[in-house]
């Protein structure tokens, strides 16, 4: 089973960019649908991005589109989430997750099966 370690969380001032990783330990997302969640103090987790590794296809929350971008690495092996013009209100603890075949139309946390363990990332003004 596909287990998703992320790395790359940090401070930045408000502007910054940073980038996010998400390995799959011991696998490959090779036709999977991942995505990238974020969960603030006090606030229900929501759905940043997702895509589906088989084709490449992409989806985006309104909240970051034109602000995030997320890619795959051409062994599948990684998951990246570079995100630029970074607010404070994008602080939050963001999760990678996974699950197998097809992302859906919505980008709802239940439909993952496979979570890592959360990475913080904290932006400043």
């Known amino acids: 089973q596909v287990q998703p370690v992320e790395s790359g969380g940090g401070s930045v001032q408000a502007g910054g960019s940073l980038r996010l990783s998400c390995a799959a330990s011991g696998y490959t997302y090779s036709n999977y649908c991942v995505g990238w969640f974020r969960q603030a103090p006090g606030k229900e987790r929501e759905g940043v991005a997702s895509i589906y590794t088989g084709i490449g296809s992409t989806y985006y929350a309104d909240s970051v589109k034109g602000r995030f971008t997320i890619s795959q690495d051409s062994a599948k092996n990684t998951l990246f989430l570079q995100m630029n013009s970074l607010k404070p209100g994008d602080t939050a603890m963001y999760y990678c997750?996974?699950?197998?075949?097809?992302?859906?139309?919505?980008?709802?946390?239940?439909?993952?099966?496979?979570w890592g363990q959360g990475t913080q990332v904290t932006v400043s003004s």
């Open positions: 997750a996974a699950h197998s075949g097809y992302c859906y139309d919505d980008l709802v946390d239940a439909d993952f099966g496979f």
